[in-house]
T-cell receptor, first 115, second 112 residues
Framework: EADIYQTPRYLVIGTGKKITLECSQT?????MYWYQQDPGMELHLIHY???????EKGDLSSESTVSRIRTEHFPLTLESARPSHTSQYLC??????????????FGPGTRLTVT | GEDVEQSLFLSVREGDSSVINCTYT??????LYWYKQEPGAGLQLLTY?????DMKQDQRLTVLLNKKDKHLSLRIADTQTGDSAIYFC????????????FGKGTTLSVSS
């Protein structure tokens, strides 16, 4: 079972609020990812990190920001939430070596609703 | 550009076989994956296949790879209601293996 955690699992918040979605993994993985999942279930990579102090934007433009100060922690922040940010956010981690090459381990997700 | 295509829905009866299809575009992909997502949960790796293989079997799961046509399929034998989920095909996006490209997902519905 993967040791990757996301909090909160569900969040309903008003427009304009600042929010941080937490993601932590205890596997020592160097690479971490944030995906946004549409209601139609398609996954879009919005941020990834190769390691501490490394962050990159993904394929889908996002108004969110991320940080990677510690290996195990990869929080995502929205400075001013809008209804268009309503979505499911999935965090994942991976390492080059391991049971399955390049396997990404996913957290349970945070379902965000902005009213 | 890179893209992974899947059919969106599949409906089968319990006990039948399910076949979920996927096409990918990057002929240099070394690994191809099948992930499963149950309602309200994250994705979980089901199985994977290395690009120098044509077939891989793992209990009820059979993966077939046709490199010429860039076609990947997942067959689930004796499908059960617990197999109802969304299934994602994925390929490695780059040589560093740092990111995966996922298909849009196939929703499998199993009726009893």
């Amino acid at each position: 079972e993967a040791d990757i955690y996301q909090t909160p699992r569900y969040l309903v918040i008003g427009t304009g609020k600042k929010i941080t979605l937490e993601c932590s993994q205890t596997m020592g993985h160097d690479k971490m990812y944030w995906y946004q999942q549409d209601p139609g279930m398609e996954l879009h990579l919005i941020h990834y990190s190769y390691g501490v102090n490394s962050t990159e934007k993904g394929d889908l433009s996002s108004e969110s920001t991320v940080s990677r100060i510690r290996t195990e922690h990869f929080p995502l922040t929205l400075e001013s939430a809008r209804p268009s940010h309503t979505s499911q956010y999935l965090c994942a981690s991976s390492t080059r070596t391991g049971r399955t090459p390049y396997e990404q381990y996913f957290g349970p997700g945070t379902r965000l609703t902005v009213t | 550009g890179e893209d992974v295509e899947q059919s969106l829905f599949l409906s089968v009866r319990e006990g039948d076989s399910s076949v979920i299809n996927c096409t990918y575009t990057d002929s240099s992909s070394t690994y191809l994956y099948w992930y499963k997502q149950e309602p309200g949960a994250g994705l979980q790796l089901l199985t994977y296949i290395f690009s120098n293989m044509d077939m891989k079997q793992d209990q009820r799961l059979t993966v077939l790879l046709n490199k010429k046509d860039k076609h990947l399929s997942l067959r689930i034998a004796d499908t059960q209601t617990g197999d109802s989920a969304i299934y994602f095909c994925a390929e490695i996006a780059n040589q560093a293996g740092t990111a995966l490209i996922f298909g849009k997902g196939t929703t499998l519905s199993v009726s009893s």
